[in-house]
């Protein structure tokens, strides 16, 4: 499974961080800007549940 923010969709709620700080990693200005990124197995529970916290829906779950 991969994940990734969709360009231009994050405002900085910093809810995924706050579900799962070691998969959604907020940059300086307090927003995702991730790349394509693969999550090793035991996070996808947790890396599913930050993306459902994002109220923009701007985190992409990608199923390998
Ligand atoms: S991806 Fe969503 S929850 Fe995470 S910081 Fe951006 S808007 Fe907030």
Redesign the pocket.
Known sequence: MRIR?IEG?????????AVAPDI?I?NDD???DMPETAVASENEALARR?AR???????EVIED
Do not use: D, Q, T, W
Request: proline share 4%; charged share 15%.
């Open positions: 923010v969709k994050c405002s900085g709620h910093a809810r995924c961080a959604f907020l307090g927003y995702l930050g916290a994002c109220p923009e829906r701007a985190i």
